[in-house]
């Protein structure tokens, strides 16, 4: 499967913004997706994530302001991002694994096996 990440940007602090992550290849629907994010000089951390059945996770950071949601119709993954802070400053990435991990704690990167290319947030302060 091919993952593109999209809806990056720059924003306000306090302001939002709605990544995409859409899948080709193979139907979106069968697989488990992760959003992770990488700041310059830091490794790439969780933010959240979504299985097949539509169970989810999120990072401490970010819990109660972001949001994940897939539409499987349009084969697509969502990172409704809102209350945005300078820390959420990084790339963003999807991943995608054809069976994902057990959410019962946060997933790591080798939880998944397809990744886009990223898409760049900034937030001011």
């Known amino acids: 499967v091919q993952l593109q990440a999209s809806g990056g940007g720059l924003a306000q602090a306090g302001g939002s913004l709605r990544l995409s992550c859409a899948a080709s290849g193979r139907t979106f629907s069968n697989y488990a997706v992760g959003w992770f994010r990488q700041d310059s000089g830091k490794e790439r951390e969780f933010v959240a994530a979504i299985k097949r059945i539509g169970t989810t996770r999120y990072a401490d950071s970010v819990k109660g302001r972001f949001t994940i949601s897939r539409d499987n119709a349009k084969n697509s993954v969502y990172l409704q991002m809102n209350g945005l802070k300078p820390e959420d400053t990084a790339l963003y990435y999807c991943?995608?694994?054809?069976?994902?991990?057990?959410?019962?704690?946060?997933?790591?990167?080798?939880?998944?096996?397809?990744w886009g290319q990223g898409t760049q947030v900034t937030v001011s302060s």
């Open positions: 991943a995608a694994a054809e069976v994902g991990p057990f959410l019962f704690r946060d997933p790591l990167v080798g939880d998944y096996d397809y």
